[in-house]
């Protein structure tokens, strides 16, 4: 099975704050990479399909980057509503992998 | 829009059995294949099972294999998961998801708000 790791676990950030989140596959996964938002109690929230393809109705201060094994989420910009979970998710082979996740907080 | 609603979690003693069902609507059900995807208790993300459109191709992820079958009635826009044999580690809350439209699927773009399954003893 194909791993992501995601990093960093956690991080705390300032409203206003450019933050990225780096997920790496154990092996080339094309741009076969989804990321979502997860608040607590909620479902997960698609933002970013095939690497860096923003879904629609998604802040364009999201975006991501990356193709075969690294890749990047970046918040240009944090917003009080951004502090959330954040995970990858790797589509190109079965059975399909979620990161561990990144927690972002607020400083 | 798109709709999905999950129902039949509740608790259950290990070796034990749930039938879980994602009532969908707001697409054409019947060309989408769907997913099952839990998340354990302050724990991330984990797929579980996939079925094609068709109902011909299901994948299942290796924790699962063999004790769980996934099911879907596109007369009736549901898609089901037997739990059989249960295990304390099965407990999580259960999301049923649809991935966004073309071939290959490359994401999922519509979730339910999940059921939660607690195996307990």
């Known amino acids: 099975a194909i791993q992501l790791t995601q990093s960093p676990s956690s991080l705390s950030a300032s409203v206003g704050d450019r933050v990225t989140i780096t997920c790496r596959a154990s092996?080339?996964?094309?741009?076969?990479l989804a990321w979502y938002q997860q608040k607590p109690g909620k479902s997960p929230k698609l933002l970013i399909y095939d690497a860096s393809s923003l879904e629609t109705g998604v802040p364009s201060r999201f975006s991501g980057s990356g193709s075969g094994t690294d890749f990047t989420l970046t918040i240009s910009s944090l917003q009080p509503e951004d502090f959330a979970t954040y995970y990858c998710q790797q589509f190109n082979n079965y059975p399909i992998t979620f990161g561990g996740g990144t927690k972002v907080e607020i400083k | 829009q798109v709709q999905l609603g999950e129902s039949g979690g509740g608790v259950v003693q290990p070796g034990g059995s749930l039938r879980l069902s994602c009532a969908a609507s707001?697409?054409?059900?019947?060309?989408?294949?769907m997913y099952w995807v839990r998340q354990a208790p302050g724990k991330g993300l984990e797929w579980v099972a996939y079925?094609?459109?068709?109902?011909?191709?299901?994948q299942y992820a290796d924790s699962v294999k063999g004790r769980f079958t996934i099911s879907r009635d596109n007369s009736l826009n549901t898609v089901s998961l037997q739990m059989n044999s249960l295990r304390l580690e099965d407990t999580a809350v259960y999301y049923c998801?649809?991935?966004?439209?073309?071939?290959?699927?490359?994401?999922?773009?519509?979730w339910g708000q999940g059921t939660l399954v607690t195996v307990y003893s």
């Open positions: 998801a649809k991935p966004t439209p073309g071939a290959p699927p490359k994401s999922l773009d519509s």
């Open positions: 079925i094609q459109f068709d109902g011909y191709i299901k």
């Open positions: 092996q080339g996964i094309s741009s076969a």
């Open positions: 707001g697409f054409t059900f019947s060309l989408y294949g």
